[in-house]
């Protein structure tokens, strides 16, 4: 089973910030909080990691509390095309652990 | 990231047929590979587990004399669905992890449809 806990469905307007929550109250203290993405009937595409320190890349943020038993992802500015299905997973780091995806949260970027 | 593809996109077979599926690591070497199954409006659920050179490590309820997994060298690994029946149809997805990876990389999935 999947050890975290996403809102079904989101709505976000285009252009303004999308916080995507999680929940993973049982993380231990080596597994990574990974985030991944689907786009309709396309592969999960990866979009950032991270342990405890908050993260950031070309795609997004992602800030864990200081206790790691939530996290969120913020994609700054959303697009049109970041409509999608996004995925909070928690695993070991690096080559270790297999993904196992949740039902994850359904993000409708609207015009 | 790293790129990972998969051959063909889509197929579509007869009931009762076998079907080949590859996926390749383009630009690094996989050590390991995972096969998924993606049903519509579901999660992906994975099915198996594979290194290079060894067996693959099937999930409970996956059969593996029906789903063969090769995984022969460092970029290749196949799926070969064997006597596929329409309830085989589905998006499978697959994924590479290598030594210097710091995750999975997903190849785009292969939809299958069994008439």
């Known amino acids: 089973d999947a050890k975290t806990t996403q809102p079904p469905s989101m709505d976000c307007a285009e252009g303004r910030a999308a916080n995507l929550p999680c929940n993973h109250s049982t993380i231990s203290g080596n597994e990574y909080v990974y985030w991944y993405r689907q786009i309709h009937s396309q592969g999960p595409q990866y979009i950032i990691h991270g342990l405890k320190n908050n993260e950031t890349n070309e795609m997004a943020s992602l800030i864990i509390t200081e206790d790691r038993k939530s996290s969120t992802l913020i994609l700054p500015h959303a697009t049109l095309r970041d409509t999608a299905v996004y995925y909070c997973i928690v695993r070991f780091g690096g080559s270790q652990g297999n993904l196992i995806f949740g039902k994850g949260t359904k993000l409708s970027v609207k015009p | 990231g790293a790129v990972v593809s998969q051959h063909p996109s889509r197929v579509i077979c007869k009931s009762g047929t076998s079907v080949k599926i590859e996926c390749r690591s383009l630009?690094?070497?996989?050590?390991?590979m995972f096969w998924y199954r993606q049903f519509p409006k579901q999660s992906l659920m994975l099915m198996a587990t594979s290194n290079e050179g060894s067996k693959a490590t099937y999930e409970q309820g996956v059969e593996k004399d029906k789903f063969l997994i090769n995984h022969a060298s460092l970029t290749l690994s196949t799926l070969t669905v064997t006597s596929a029946h329409p309830e085989d149809s589905s998006f499978y997805i697959c994924s590479a992890d290598g030594t210097r990876q710091e995750t999975q990389y997903f190849g785009p999935g292969t939809r299958l449809l069994v008439l």
């Open positions: 630009d690094f070497q996989a050590t390991t």
